[in-house]
């Protein structure tokens, strides 16, 4: 079966996530809501990591059952959303495959920091319907 996304139930428990670079991420307070672009990896020690298209890595640990084995295989860039734990390690509640095999890394982040500029924010800003 070709699953596309994870743990949808519990993403849409959280507030809507601001997506982020790793450097932004690392800003932010514990608790902190987020969703970054990459792809999850084994790391060194035998655990599991975020390669966020920044090129930075970063450490992830699960916050709802997921598989992250699974998503390792998934092909492509994906976009897992969690929360800021205090050792600076992103809780993943959710991850959707992002669509296409020609994902430009770089016009991504460019988008993203333009996103959290304050003079634009409100561009990217959820709206009230």
């Keep these: 079966m070709d699953v596309s996304c994870m743990g ?3 993403m849409t428990s959280l507030s809507v996530a601001p997506r982020m ?5 690392a800003e932010m307070a514990p608790g902190a809501v987020a969703r970054l672009a990459g792809r999850v990896i084994n790391d060194s020690n035998g655990g599991n990591g975020f390669a966020v298209v920044d090129g930075n890595n970063l450490p992830i640990v699960d916050g ?8 390792a ?3 492509g860039t994906c976009e897992v959303v969690g929360t800021k734990e205090a050792n ?3 809780r ?3 991850a959707v495959r992002l669509p296409g095999s020609d994902f430009d890394a770089e016009l991504w982040n460019e988008a993203v920091k333009m996103s959290l500029q304050p003079q ?4 990217f800003a959820p709206q009230q319907q």
């Design 73 to 75: 295989s998934w092909e």
């Design 64 to 71: 709802a059952g997921l598989d992250f084995g699974a998503l």
């Design 8 to 10: 949808m139930d519990r």
């Design 120 to 123: 634009l924010r409100h561009l």
């Design 21 to 25: 670079t790793s450097q932004s991420f």
């Design 92 to 94: 993943v509640v959710g």
């Design 88 to 90: 600076g390690a992103l």
